[in-house]
């Protein structure tokens, strides 16, 4: 049996991502997230 992947939904750390979307996004791959949900955010491409 596989592990679950776990991930974070942006919604939770939405006022750090509005002031900087990417560098929150490598905060949260550097504290070991690799699934991230955008719930809305159309601004950038799913893969940057």
Known sequence: ?????????LYSVRDLAEKDFLGTIRQIAEIGYKNVELAGITEFPPKI
Do not use: T
């Open 1 to 9: 049996m596989s592990k679950p992947q776990l991930g974070i939904q």
